[in-house]
């Protein structure tokens, strides 16, 4: 016979009340279902834990002995239930998300503040990395959650929220092209650039974009990180192209940026996460600020 949780909590009551009566009352049990309990489980431990006399209830020498570990395993089980509880509810585990570096930068800060505000419990793990490991992070359960840059066509993964990022060109306050109106893939064609590694959803849009007029890009340099871009910006070695999302577009007093009017010059991201995979319950209250930050970025 097994031990249950209320036959424990009904041991523990009359150790506390030394009265079946007001045991019965403080568990809203009949006396008789609280003998039952009680019978129940000194069967299951195969020892008298209470002497039972019309006047009193005594504790057996075995049920002083077994009282403080049946107690603990009852503060213990209850500590679990509740951290269980607040697990479902959202509000304690861990969220793993995997995004791009320029919402990683941006986005993600403001909605991690926003969850914890009224989460305070809740862990966070961002995981920054081009579109291409993003996805495969996703694929590999190493993230419940991806920020990804680029066409999404994967049948491992749902795509959650879609929308898109346009591109700014970025340059020096008193670089001629400044004085233009407007910016269009012309423009582009002979100034030297400083672009992202191939591979990466920002290079991907860039060159195709470029191809489709039949040209490719004129490299000043390559570098890995948007930062590294736009510091060799400053130093006078050429433009950069970033989305309009990157914090570094915003925080260099000395450089400009202006949108690329031109429709290839968009970048698509999405929000994915393991096709058929359940969300925990942390990261998809996560997953529902994330979309509402998205969403107001599209606005």
């Given at each position: 016979m097994d031990i249950t949780l209320r036959q424990i909590r009904a041991f523990l009551a009359i150790v506390q009340t030394r009265s079946f009566t007001k045991a019965a009352a403080l568990l809203h049990l009949s006396q008789p279902a609280l003998t039952v309990q009680i019978r129940n489980l000194e069967?299951?431990?195969g020892v008298r834990l209470l002497d039972r006399s019309n006047r009193a209830v005594e504790i057996t020498r075995v049920g002083l002995e077994l009282m403080p570990v049946l107690q603990r395993t009852?503060?213990?089980?209850?500590g679990a239930l509740l951290d269980i509880r607040e697990i479902g509810a959202g509000r304690r585990g861990t969220v793993r998300i995997a995004a791009l570096p320029s919402f990683a930068a941006s986005l993600l800060p403001q909605v991690i503040l926003a969850c914890r505000r009224d989460n305070p419990a809740l862990g966070v793990l961002v995981r920054d990395a081009i579109a291409a490991h993003v996805v495969a992070m996703v694929r590999s359960e190493e993230v419940d959650l991806g920020l990804t840059g680029g066409a999404v066509a994967d049948a491992e993964l749902d795509v959650l929220h879609q929308t898109t990022d346009q591109l700014c060109l970025v340059y020096p306050a008193d670089h001629p092209?400044?004085?233009?109106?407007?910016?269009?893939?012309?423009?582009?064609?002979?100034?030297?650039?400083i672009l992202t590694n191939p591979g990466t959803s920002l290079r991907d849009v860039i060159d195709a974009a470029l191809l489709g007029i039949g040209r490719t890009p004129t490299l000043a340099c390559e570098v890995t990180y948007m930062m590294?871009?736009?510091a060799m910006v400053r130093a006078g070695l050429g433009v950069t192209v970033l989305p309009r999302s990157?914090?570094?577009?915003?925080?260099?007093?000395t450089l400009r940026s202006k949108a690329i009017d031109d429709p290839a010059f968009v970048r698509p991201v999405a929000l994915v996460k393991k096709k058929g995979r359940t969300l925990p319950p942390a990261s998809a209250a996560f997953l529902d600020a994330c979309i509402a930050a998205m969403q107001k970025m599209e606005g």
């Open positions: 069967a299951a431990l009852v503060t213990d089980l209850d092209i400044g004085r233009k109106r407007r910016i269009g893939v012309q423009d582009l064609v002979d100034l030297p650039l590294s871009a736009v990157a914090r570094e577009v915003r925080v260099e007093q």
